[in-house]
């Protein structure tokens, strides 16, 4: 019960009890509440803002955004589009698009064939100068390193031939 006593409180007793803070809490809601409901009403009506009462300033704009769709309706058969797009013949200017890429690709791997023809014969030296030498021991750990890259390589493959070997439902294929 909410009746006062002259027990004196524990510790780890809160100095308010559960209700207390229950009621505090209702209190509150209702307040929010009723400025929700303020804020709509003025809003409604056209009044001016009360530049002292920020948080009713806030519910009005949130009022505000809310009555005013930021954005046109989805319309009702948008995926009936997107199907027709996705199926349909790429437009013109994708097409357009698909094509220069490849023309640029193309002209790329010319211009890389004719740089290494013409200067090629320059750069080895500069690429003999960088390149390390290699020495015996350093043999032995390339051949380490390709036997690993190797191993890894065909337990990828077994892994996914024995996930390949499992069937699965029809809901999932």
């Known amino acids: 019960m909410n009746t006062p006593d002259d027990r ?3 510790r780890d007793e809160p100095p308010m009890n559960r209700n207390a803070w229950r009621n505090l809490d209702a209190l509150r809601l209702e307040a929010e ?3 929700q409901e303020r804020a709509l009403e003025q809003e409604r009506r056209g009044q001016p803002l009360d530049p002292a009462d920020s948080r009713l300033a806030e519910y009005r704009l949130i009022a505000r955004a809310l009555r005013t769709p930021a954005m046109e309706p989805v ?3 948008l995926a009936a589009q997107i199907v027709r797009h996705v199926e349909g013949t790429p437009a013109a200017g994708e097409l357009l698009e698909r094509w220069l890429l490849r023309l640029l690709g193309v002209a790329l ?7 290494v023809s013409a200067y090629g014969a320059q750069w080895m030296p500069a690429f003999e100068r960088v390149w390390p030498t290699l020495s015996p021991q350093s043999a032995d750990w390339a ?16 892994a996914r031939l024995m996930r390949a070997d499992v ?6 294929a």
């Open 8 to 10: 004196k409180p524990d």
């Open 33 to 35: 509440w009723q400025a």
């Open 75 to 77: 319309p009702y058969d």
């Open 109 to 115: 791997a010319i211009a890389v064939l004719y740089a």
């Open 143 to 158: 051949g380490l390193l390709v036997g690993c890259l190797a191993v890894s390589l065909a337990w990828q493959g077994v």
């Open 167 to 172: 069937e699965l439902p029809r809901g999932l």
